[in-house]
């Protein structure tokens, strides 16, 4: 089981490897507002959507990030608050796009003088694609820009639906996620449903709406788990309000951080990863028995698994595929060398082992850019290795052993 959990994560299609360049079809309308020419400069007011943007590989159109907003990738940009007319007026913006609004914000920001581009947040599968086609959309036109839109969709919820396979349960396992002990909760009509449904758990909350609970119905439901914001889970056992719970009485409370359940990109993979990896720790029990966060141990067996899934992987090309990279020959048989201009899930993979050893600061997408060489590049010099910003066999095989040394 743990092997699978790993498989689903290593085995699909980068995310972003068929994005291209080409600009769709402008003027292009969206959630009824026309948009011409092509923006260039964007001001996004949602953390949500924000990491739905770097999902589509478009975070260079973002002029400004939303308040608060820690995503990789815009952290170098300037924050703004959505009631912030003056500093909106003062970015120079050709565009803002927004989850809905209601009219006192919708006149506050009118007086910006920017058209405000307002999207309907995903709350399934359906919603889910059509809001990454409209998204896309804005940025890379009609016709080609909504089609790409709609595969990363599509590709994102490939992952969630390995996961679910894994995690799938002959009992019903039901939860929820709390933003605080009085009424805030994650609800039916939010995507963290979908998250929490692709870890195997059903929501106790999964027939409200509005992101808001009642402790009557949460003392009735009495999930099996509790999931909550950081911080939450002390004032959650303290309560005596909560004292009955199944989830509190089994000690089954996990703090998850409040991004997974907001944000609408990538970074819904991970969350349902850790969420299944919390829920059933059969999932990821090893032989260690240090209480530590379970996930880790998903993450170990990506790095000690990858050489050989590479390698396996490899003799599966087609000429066409490996003609685009360059080949190590070692007794065994060949090993795929990644360098600048791949785009794979290797790369994606390498990238992450890079970040995780700090060589990698910046987002990345499974593409092999200027920023993921000279990460490479660093790696080997640290590690005594000739610094070509190439990962080949001896690089990639040091990269993901124990004995890789780690940028200061």
């Known amino acids: 089981v743990m092997s699978m959990l790993t498989s689903c994560k290593n085995g699909l299609s980068n995310l972003n490897s068929n994005i291209e360049n080409e600009v769709g079809t402008f003027p292009v309308t969206v959630s009824n507002i026309e948009i011409k020419p092509q923006p260039q ?4 007011l949602s953390p949500g959507i924000a990491d739905a943007i770097i999902a589509l590989v478009r975070e260079e159109k973002l002029w400004t990030a939303p308040e608060d907003c820690n ?18 007026k003062a970015a120079g913006a050709d565009l803002i796009i927004s989850e809905q609004l209601d009219e006192s914000q919708r006149n506050l920001l009118g007086e910006t003088g920017v058209p405000i581009l307002e999207l309907q947040l995903p709350k399934n599968r359906e919603s889910f694609e059509r809001f990454y086609g409209e998204l896309s959309s804005a940025f890379d036109g009609g016709d080609s820009g909504y089609t790409k839109g709609q595969d990363t969709a599509k590709e994102i919820y490939t992952r969630l639906d390995d996961i679910s396979r894994i995690a799938e349960k002959n009992v019903i396992t039901t939860a929820c996620y709390l933003f605080n002990t009085t009424d805030k909760a994650v609800t039916g009509d939010q995507f963290a449903n979908e998250t929490m449904k692709a870890a195997g758990l059903t929501n106790v909350f999964s027939n409200d709406t509005g992101g808001t609970y009642e402790l009557d119905v949460l003392k009735f439901s009495n999930p099996d788990g509790i999931f909550c914001a950081p911080g939450l889970k ?5 309560n005596t309000d909560f004292s009955g719970l199944k989830a509190v009485k089994q000690s089954k409370v996990f ?4 991004k997974y ?8 993979i991970p969350a349902a990863s850790e969420i299944a990896g919390l829920a059933f720790p059969e999932l990821t029990e090893e032989t260690s028995q240090e209480p530590t966060d379970p996930t880790k141990n998903i993450e170990d067996e990506v790095n000690s698994s990858f050489s050989s899934m590479m390698a396996e992987s490899s003799k599966g090309e087609s000429s066409d595929e490996s003609s685009s990279s360059s080949q190590v020959s070692s007794g065994s048989g060949d090993t795929q060398t990644l360098s600048e201009g791949d785009s794979n899930d290797d790369v994606y993979d390498m990238q992450e082992r890079l970040s995780v050893l700090g060589y990698l600061t910046t987002t990345y997408d499974g593409h092999f850019g200027e920023f993921t060489a000279e990460a490479v590049k660093l790696f080997q010099e640290k590690n005594n290795l000739k610094a070509t ?17 780690e940028n200061d």
């Open 261 to 268: 359940m907001i944000y609408l990109g990538r970074t819904v």
């Open 71 to 88: 995503l990789p990738g815009l952290d170098t940009l300037n924050k703004i608050k959505a009631d912030s007319v003056d500093d909106i």
């Open 255 to 258: 703090e998850i951080e409040e």
């Open 234 to 238: 002390d004032e959650i056992l303290k």
């Open 389 to 405: 910003g190439k990962a080949d066999k001896e690089t990639l095989e040091l990269l993901f052993s124990e004995n890789a040394v």
């Open 41 to 44: 400069k964007v001001i996004v």
